[in-house]
């Protein structure tokens, strides 16, 4: 999966209702019929308390075993899931389910999507975006609940896309935010869940393991943040961890091998930007550190087992990190158009896209492709968002 750190916001368009989309539900997929048969009160609530059981006991789907209907339900396409979760209660709690991602994988079913958060030519609105694996505009998510906000993270955790933390500006002051957002691309609805335990902006943010971690950042006031916490999404609970051994922001964090990764930004003991990288084992509760990181990271993606940057004293080069040896490779990026083109990057299909941050006549997106044989890892693609790409997630669902 890949995210950008976003710092930028997320402008709302006019006439937005926040709230959540809602569903007309039944208590089961088939509606039944219930005669009024001139019962006492005691007997009646006695009857209705008799339905709500066989409803509880119901299948998913009568005739089948539930195993069997769950994988009958997995093989909808994923367009038809919005609409299948105002059926009833425990189909809408499969399509919301880890368990629906693990069937249709073991099916071979996942749909691969890109989510671009894009800016309009004029800068005024920005909107998330979805593209198909051939690059063509599937859909706009509905706007986002909450206040305009920036420097959040994007994390995908099960198939869903988490928007976090951030800040917002009252009265010229920047206040920091705790609040997370959840897309639901099986409902194409977002709901809210639990804030994490302290605000922050400009941190990094990641998902190892099932859980996502958020690292670091600017606090409440503004302050440099050592603090990290752990978020389970079974349990919807925010949980602070052993903090850094300083304060560290403007950083990014990526997953290797089951540990957490966080590189680039600046820390309080650095005049510059640190080139220490921190790594957090869940197993030990610790961290530790290394020294070859890299430094004023302005795109960063994971492809396979490697870490894919874009630094910006250097975009003309592609940083590939190698976890097993800490060793990293710079690989010249093919000059199109202005030399000072700044990218931010995708992944599309197990190969990374470059999309450009200037408008330039004539350039097509980059692609890089790290198993082609050499010579041909770059190409040019068709793919591209209909507007600045700020920054962009894949999601497999």
Known sequence: MIYDSCNYSIKKMPGFVTGKKRFTETNTCFRSSVKHDGLTHSKSNHHLTSLALDVYDSPILPGLSDDVAKFCLALVPLSNFPAMGG????????????????????????????????????????????????????????????????????????????????????????????DIYQYDSCLNSWSRLANMNVGRYDFACTEVNGMVYAVGGYGMDGDSLSCAEVYDP????????????????????????????????????????????????????????M??????????????????????????????????????????????????????FGILDEKLLLFSQQEEPGFRTLLYDPNATPGSEWQTSEIKPSGLCLCSVTIKA
């Open 291 to 344: 020294k070859n990181g890299c430094v004023m990271v302005t795109a960063h993606a994971v492809l396979g087992k490697k870490l894919f940057c874009m630094e910006w004293k250097n975009q003309r080069k592609l940083g590939i990190f190698n976890p097993e040896d800490n060793s990293w490779k710079m690989v010249p990026v093919p000059l199109t158009g202005s030399s000072s083109i700044g990218f931010r």
């Open 234 to 289: 079974d349990t919807d609970k925010w949980t602070l961890i052993e903090s850094l051994r300083r304060p560290r922001w403007g950083c990014f964090a990526c997953e290797f091998e089951g540990k957490l990764y966080v590189m680039g930004g600046r820390s309080s003991f650095t005049i510059g930007n640190s080139k220490f990288v921190d790594v957090y084992s869940p197993e030990k509760h610790t961290w530790c550190q």
């Open 87 to 178: 059926v009833c209660k425990k189909w809408r709690s499969f399509i919301q389910s880890k368990e629906l991602i693990t069937v249709r994988k073991l099916a071979g079913l996942l749909e691969e999507w890109l989510y671009v958060l894009t800016m309009d030519t004029e800068g005024k609105e920005s909107h998330w975006e979805v593209l198909d694996y051939l690059g063509h505009k599937h859909r706009d998510l509905p706007p986002m609940p909450g206040a305009e906000k920036a420097g959040f993270g994007v994390v995908v955790l099960n198939g869903k896309l988490l928007v976090m933390g951030g800040y917002s500006v009252a009265d010229g002051t920047r206040s920091g935010l705790a």
